[in-house]
């Protein structure tokens, strides 16, 4: 029998579930704190950084709404959810800015626990969510993007949907008016944090018609119910929909005798506003961007051809299946049982059926990428409990009975504990990276752009104060090309002379009211150029004549682009016609050697053999053709020494400071990367160092 026992849980009681299940959500997530928080590089003003890229972004707009002010065009989220959120809690907590943003995600991503325990104690089984809020709240993913220091707004993504949940379970179960207030104020919230959540909550509208065709069609309060979450979905300013919604439940309240009556035509009228403000082109949008989007194709078509950026982003690929199931409930198998437990849940518990969009949006991870685990989490942990639950009962005995629950779910929580502990990530920025950035800042105007990998972006925007082409935002193909050029061009001029060119461009960009083509294709239609090979040729030339500087441009060389640079190149290593396919250059780079006296064992499959100078690349030997070490002697000035052996081949360079060896062909040796970062070599009419540390090198352009 698939029943559970009722619980009638006190308040006292449910409190204390409440405080054990949020103090042990947040202790799980001290864990990275100690263990990172004794290493020196990992602190900037006596604080750790954080270790999400994205967070410099909403960082930077508190930063800027404190500030009172910011530049025009930089891109700053003042009108960000998150960015006030943090704003209204610098003023209110009296810790610095850094420890806020620091510690933000684990404080409010622990929420989770409360609706969980809540929606169990909706369903009379309390301990069941109570179990399900101890697995849930540290689940693979779920602690991965809500640890300490994973300042996103993924640290209340989840916990408002739960929420929504649990007001929609409450209504369904209870059925009284005074339930359908709590659904709107939900949904609405949860809009005006995450507005991407305009799918999910327009499947819950859907999903609640679908349950009142099927279960329950005379029932007018189930339609109250959809009419609530519509209003709550509704493009309106929030408290807009919550005024609405306060009308609406006043005028179900009052006139609870004409409520059917006059259901239908008010459906109307909201459904109206509904398409008005957007209907489905949000959601469309969405289906496009993450599920039609077709992972087999490399390039996205505007007038020109370019790179796709998700071909290169891990958490838009598809996953395996122990992966996924990791990610959700800690292991296959205890992903398996949960799934097994989540469907006699949703068999027994039919409002559960609320949970549906929220686990399926998670299940489509597999095809979408393991960012949409996080969202199959709390019904899958809802599942493992009520499994734990209905296995439990069968014990007569109390006590005993909540032992072995006790050491089911301690089972089902240990291997997310063991990935806690090993799952060690490190900040964003090193205290070397940051001190360049802030130097940086001491010289450059905000007005000023630095350019940089995508990567770097929102970081170099919050520690140096200066604006970006590309970041964790802007960072389609066509906006990494120019990027992606500057940095693998063969020749100084080509880079400085792209440098100029797009700042100027896309500064005029923003003031162009009707613009219709990207900032690359704006830039090539003002200079009177069509064929893009033409256009990457007129560049090279010393002559080719530039506009007038507005402002300061700078180009960021951090080591830490090394081990993704292969990736950087992918942008604009093609033509941009589509006519031809470039052939893919070579590169490597590791610091795992193993000397065997004969060979330099450099892994996957390479070494090098000392006796003839060759590279052994699988059952494929090549010569090598010129061998480079570089090191920085105890001045800190770059030695380079170099050694010939032949006329084509591969070229190696160890960069004995870093312990690094590079295996590279002639494309990257000459890119601008390499022979700046690497070898501190630059065209000293087009270039000047500003900073040269081992870590980070800044170069100011000339012209």
């Known amino acids: ?55 410099y972004y909403y960082a930077e707009g508190a930063r800027d709404i404190l500030a009172g002010h910011h530049e025009q065009n930089d891109l700053s989220p003042v009108d960000s959810a998150m960015s006030k959120l943090t704003v209204l809690l610098s ?13 933000m995600p684990a404080f409010l991503g622990s929420l989770i626990v409360i609706p969980l325990i809540l929606i169990g104690r909706a369903l009379n089984q309390t301990t069941l969510g109570f179990i399900a809020a101890l697995i849930g709240s540290i689940a693979h993913s779920y602690y991965n993007r809500t640890m300490t220091g994973y300042y996103d707004t993924d640290m209340l993504n989840i916990v408002f949907p739960v929420f929504e949940t649990y007001s929609l379970i409450l209504a369904l179960t209870h059925q009284r008016n005074r339930y359908l207030l709590p659904i709107t104020a939900s949904i609405a919230l949860y809009q005006w944090w ?43 300013p929030l408290v807009v929909k919550i005024g609405l919604a306060v009308a609406m439940f006043s005028f179900f309240h009052f006139k609870n005798e004409l409520s059917a009556k006059f259901l239908l035509p008010i459906f109307v009228v909201i459904a109206g506003i509904y398409f008005y403000t957007g209907g489905v082109s949000p959601i469309w949008h969405f289906v496009q961007g993450y599920i039609l989007r077709g992972h087999d194709q490399n390039v996205l078509t505007s007038s020109l051809h370019y790179y796709n950026v998700m071909s290169t982003v891990r958490e838009a690929g598809k996953i395996p ?26 068999y027994v518990y039919r409002p559960l059926l609320i949970t549906l969009p929220l686990t399926a949006l998670g299940f489509i991870a597999m095809s979408s990428g393991l960012r949409f685990t996080i969202y199959a989490v709390p019904g899958m942990a809802l599942g493992i409990a009520f499994l734990i639950m209905h296995i439990a009962q069968l014990i007569q005995q109390k006590t005993l009975r909540y032992i072995f629950a006790f050491a089911l779910t301690a089972g089902a929580i240990y291997p997310n504990f063991l990935h806690i502990k090993e799952y060690i990530m490190p900040t964003v920025m090193t205290t070397d990276e940051v001190s360049a950035l802030h130097e940086l800042q001491k010289i450059s105007s905000p007005e000023d752009y630095v350019v940089a990998w995508w990567d770097y972006g929102f970081p170099i925007r919050y520690y140096s104060n200066t604006k970006t082409w590309i970041d964790g935002a802007q960072h389609g193909g066509d906006a990494n090309y120019p990027a992606s050029f500057v940095l693998t061009a063969k020749d100084s001029t080509s880079a400085a002379h792209m440098m100029r060119l797009y700042t100027e461009y896309m500064k005029k960009g923003f003031s162009e009211t009707n613009k219709t083509k990207n900032n690359f294709e704006y830039m090539m239609e003002k200079e009177g150029v069509e064929d893009p090979n033409d256009f990457i040729t007129a560049l090279a030339l010393p002559e080719y004549k530039l506009p007038q500087k507005t402002h300061d441009v700078y180009l960021y060389l951090p080591l ?28 490597y780079t590791t610091q795992s050697v193993q000397d065997t006296g004969k060979t330099l064992e450099l892994g996957q499959g390479l070494s090098i053999i000392k006796a003839n100078s060759t590279l052994k690349i699988g059952m494929q030997s090549l010569p090598i053709k010129s061998f480079y070490q570089v090191s920085y002697d105890k001045n800190q000035k770059l030695q380079v020494s170099q050694q010939n052996f032949a006329s084509a081949g591969l070229n190696v360079i160890y960069m004995a400071s870093y312990g690094q060896f590079l295996v590279l062909d002639d494309y990257y040796l000459q890119s601008q990367y390499i022979q700046m970062f690497v070898f501190e070599q630059y065209d000293k009419n087009l270039f000047q160092p500003v900073i040269m540390s081992p870590m980070t090198k800044i170069f100011k352009l000339k012209i």
Not at 91 to 103: D, G, M, R, T, W
Request: proline letters at 4%.
């Open 1 to 55: 029998m698939l029943k559970l026992k009722e619980e009638h849980t006190s308040l006292r009681a449910l409190f204390i579930l409440l405080a054990i299940a949020y103090l042990f959500s947040i202790s799980m997530r001290f864990i990275w704190v100690n263990k990172v928080g004794t290493i020196p590089q990992f602190h900037w003003n006596n604080e750790l950084m954080i270790n999400n890229n994205d967070g």
């Open 91 to 103: 003023k209110i907590i009296p810790v610095s800015f850094e420890a806020l943003i620091l510690y």
């Open 194 to 236: 995450y507005p991407q959540a305009y799918a999910l909550d327009t499947a819950l509208f859907v999903l609640i018609i679908a349950y009142a065709l099927l279960f329950d069609r005379k029932n007018s309060y189930i339609y109250k119910i959809a009419l609530f979450i519509l209003i709550g979905i509704l493009s309106l």
């Open 321 to 346: 299946f122990d992966l996924f199931s990791e990610r959700i409930s800690g292991h296959s198998v205890t992903f398996i049982l949960a799934f097994i437990g989540y469907i006699g849940a949703l």
């Open 560 to 587: 830490r682009m090394m081990e993704i640079f292969p990736t950087v190149a992918l942008f604009s290593n093609l033509d941009l016609t589509g006519k031809s396919q470039p052939q893919q250059p070579f590169f």
